[in-house]
C-alpha cells in the first residue's frame, strides 16, 4: 500500500510539473515572435513525452498487478525464499540460487505467462531491473496472446 501511494504522489507532482511547465510553453507561444514560439514549441514536447512516459507506466504497472492478483488467486505467486542480511537487503548469493530455480523453470515453459512473472520477480530480487521489466513484459503479452517482445 505504502509503495502506491508513493507512486500516486509522484505521479501527481509529475502531472503537476507538466502542467506548470505546458503553462509557460502556451504563454511563450502566445507571445507571438518567431523566437518564443520556437521555444514555447520546445517546452511544449518535454510535458508531452513526460505524460506518455508516466501513462505507459502506470499502464505496465496496472497490468503487472493484475497479473499478480491473478496469479495469488491461483496459488502460484513466488514465495519468499530469500535470505537477507542483517540490514534486511537480499543475500546475492540467495537471490542468484532462486534465479537459476526461475530460469530453469522458464525454460522448461517458455510460453506460460506464470513462468515469466516468476522470472521477473526474480530478476527483480537479484537488482537486476532492466530485466525484470523485460521478463515481466513478455508475462504481459504472453498472458493477453500478444506477440512477444525481442529479447
Known sequence: MRA???YLVTAAVLVFYFLLVGSRGVMLIQSGTLVTVTFGIAVLILPVIGLW???KNTQFVRRANQLASELDAEGGLPVDEL???PSGRIDRDS???VFA??????????DDWRTWFRLAVAYHDARDTPRARQAMQRAIAL???????AA
Do not use: Q
Open 83 to 85: 535470505k537477507r542480511t
Open 143 to 149: 498472458h493477453d496472446g500478444r506477440p512477444v517482445p
Open 53 to 55: 512516459f508516466l501513462w
Open 95 to 97: 537471490a542468484d540460487e
Open 4 to 6: 502506491k501511494i508513493t
Open 101 to 110: 530455480r526461475r530460469k530453469a523453470e522458464t525454460e522448461a515453459a517458455p
